[in-house]
Nanobody, 123 residues
Framework: QVQLVESGGGLVQAGGSLRLSCAAS????????MGWFRQAPGKEREFVAA????????NYADSVKGRFTISRDNAKNTVTLQMNSLKPEDTAVYYC????????????????WGQGTQVTVSS
């Protein structure tokens, strides 16, 4: 089992920044690729970003590319999502997720999930 706990969400004005963190515990963190997903009311959960177990490669949804950065610290068992130039359409509950070994781009590919953290961007 891997337990994931997100933090760092909140209310921010358009153009602002937030930094989300996800703390992992349980199984060996460095065995897992990590991803961030988000879900807005009435919409399906969508991929935001992913990072390999080693941190040497990342992927982003087109909608956040150039604005968001995913990173990880395997010594501290954490993964972060730095979000800059936020837009109202980024408003959603953000979830971190763990997938054994390789990255995935669909929510159903991930094995473990956090409880989510709300991000609200006002216009």
């Amino acid at each position: 089992q891997v337990q994931l706990v997100e933090s760092g969400g909140g209310l921010v004005q358009a153009g602002g920044s937030l930094r989300l963190s996800c703390a992992a515990s349980g199984r060996t963190f460095s065995n897992y690729a990590m991803g961030w997903f988000r879900q807005a009311p009435g919409k399906e959960r969508e991929f935001v970003a992913a990072i390999t177990w080693s941190g040497d490669s990342t992927n982003y949804a087109d909608s956040v590319k150039g604005r968001f950065t995913i990173s990880r610290d395997n010594a501290k068992n954490t993964v972060t999502l730095q979000m800059n130039s936020l837009k109202p359409e980024d408003t959603a509950v953000y979830y971190c997720a763990a997938r054994y070994q390789s990255r995935g781009y669909y929510w159903y590919e991930y094995d473990y999930w956090g409880q989510g953290t709300q991000v609200t961007v006002s216009s």
